[in-house]
């Protein structure tokens, strides 16, 4: 597996044009199944998740073409398959395919999924909202097996405002037989996205981005064509990236109004922060102070901003308390951030990051996408040279995320497996 091999120091400067939103795109990719014919999706990032997602769609029938950066997909003979466990398990939105398949073809197995080790994630939503829409629903041996003939319009009430349940229930529900209410929705800007995508196909989904989404089911839906929307986390991270390296970074082609927590917490930290009608620019010549954090869903501070942003805490002036309540253990930073001169303590879901850090470079291990990005950015502001392993949980959400970083005078590289032994000393087996 790669490491990234960072030379830290330099101020990041320039502007960007941020990626295709893999959150988007991820929901997307299993609301596609519920059209016929041959829906064309652009803009879609080249990332990891994205690639096994289009893989799994093959194994139920979809035939699969990336064009550059848009993906083919024609979805006209579906059928059930058997999936990798692997590449299930690599994957959260595999789950999501379980409702929008079933609304096609009858009769769907998948293995259960897995994602970003951050926490229990479970399922359980998704599976009352698939039961409550009239779908038989079996697990046994980590498999699921369902079957639906007809699904059937119903009230759905979220106990937490899941985006993935939210996507879900709302994609299966187009299909089912009369009107479903989607209560305590997730608001997040990708499941209006989703909704967007769905509507386009001839879906009829009102009240997306508010609390309550009511769903009036269609006998048939269209393929269709759709641009998905720029990542907000990606952009986060750029300005995060500037911020921290005392630089000056304008991030281009996003919606500000989504980034409003992240701006919220920068200004207050002491960062500069212009913005346009799609453009941030995020300015700072050091001096920043530390602040209080704690995860919500949108509009919130988001829980995927959380371990960058705990990475430039550590640079900010004074003590800053940054609380997670969405996921139990998105903690893997904590100790590798410490490895490089940090000072965090861990309080459950709660660190407290003494700030003012002059952070060295050191071989650190990611152990999963965001806190892959923390590290990334602590070494780009570290002395000396940090080496990331496990970069394989970055290239999940990240669509080039060196090559960014570069064009904005960073100075980080992809190393192999070999040369990441011989600047870090590990091993070779
Ligand atoms: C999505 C995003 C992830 C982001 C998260 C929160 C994708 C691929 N991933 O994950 O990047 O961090 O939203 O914004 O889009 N929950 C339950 N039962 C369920 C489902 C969820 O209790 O059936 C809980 C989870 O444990 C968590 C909370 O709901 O505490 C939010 O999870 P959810 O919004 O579903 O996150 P994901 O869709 O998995």
């Not at 960058?308 to 904590?334: D, F, K, N, Q």
Request: overall charge negative; aromatic content about 4%.
């Amino acid at each position: 597996m790669g490491a990234y091999l960072i030379k830290g120091g330099a101020r990041l400067l320039g502007e960007v044009d941020v990626a295709g939103s893999k959150n988007a795109a991820l929901a997307i990719m299993s609301a596609v199944v519920l059209a016929e014919g041959t829906t064309i999706l652009h803009n879609v990032p080249n990332v990891s998740d994205t690639k096994t997602k289009a893989k799994l769609l093959e194994v139920f029938g979809a035939k699969v073409q990336w064009v550059e950066g848009s993906l083919i997909i024609d979805c006209t003979h579906l059928h059930d398959g058997e999936a990798d466990e692997e590449m299930v398990r690599s994957i959260r939105t595999s789950f999501y395919l379980l409702g929008p398949l079933v609304s096609r073809i009858g009769f769907v197995t998948l293995p259960a999924p897995g994602g970003c080790k951050i926490g229990a994630r479970p399922v359980d939503l998704h599976v009352k909202g698939l039961r409550a829409l009239g779908a038989d629903l079996d697990l046994s041996d980590g498999r699921y097996t369902v079957r639906a003939n007809q699904l059937v319009g119903t009230e759905i009430y979220l106990d937490v405002p899941s985006a993935g349940a939210t996507q879900h229930l709302m994609a299966t529900a187009t299909l089912a037989k009369g009107i479903t209410v989607i209560q305590n929705a997730a608001v997040e800007p990708e499941v209006t996205a989703l909704a967007d995508f769905l509507n386009r196909m001839g879906a009829k989904v009102e009240g997306a981005g508010t609390s309550t989404i009511s769903i009036q089911g269609v006998s048939r839906l269209e393929a269709c064509g759709y641009t998905i929307p720029t990542d907000r986390l990606q952009a986060g991270t750029y300005l995060l990236a500037g911020a921290i390296t005392g630089g000056d970074v304008t991030v281009r082609g996003i919606i500000p109004e989504n980034q409003a927590a992240v701006i919220n917490k920068l200004r207050e930290i002491g960062a500069d922060v212009a913005e346009g009608p799609d453009w941030l620019r995020v300015k700072s010549d050091g001096g920043l102070k530390g602040v209080r954090i704690k995860t919500m869903p949108y509009p919130g501070f988001p829980t995927d901003m959380q371990q960058p942003m705990a990475a430039l805490l550590t640079v900010c002036e004074g003590m800053s308390v940054v609380e997670e309540t969405i996921y139990e253990s998105r903690i893997g930073h904590v100790q590798e951030l410490n490895r490089m001169g940090a000072s965090i303590l861990q309080e459950g879901r709660t660190t407290i990051i003494t700030g003012s850090s002059k952070l060295k470079g050191a071989s650190v291990t990611a152990s999963d996408l965001r806190a892959g990005a923390a590290l990334v950015l602590a070494g780009l502001v570290a002395e000396g040279e940090t080496v990331v392993k496990n970069i394989h949980f970055i290239d999940r959400g990240y669509d080039n995320l060196e090559g960014t970083l570069v064009s904005l005078g960073g100075d980080i590289k992809r190393i192999s497996s070999q040369e990441k032994r011989t600047k870090v000393g590990d091993t070779v087996h």
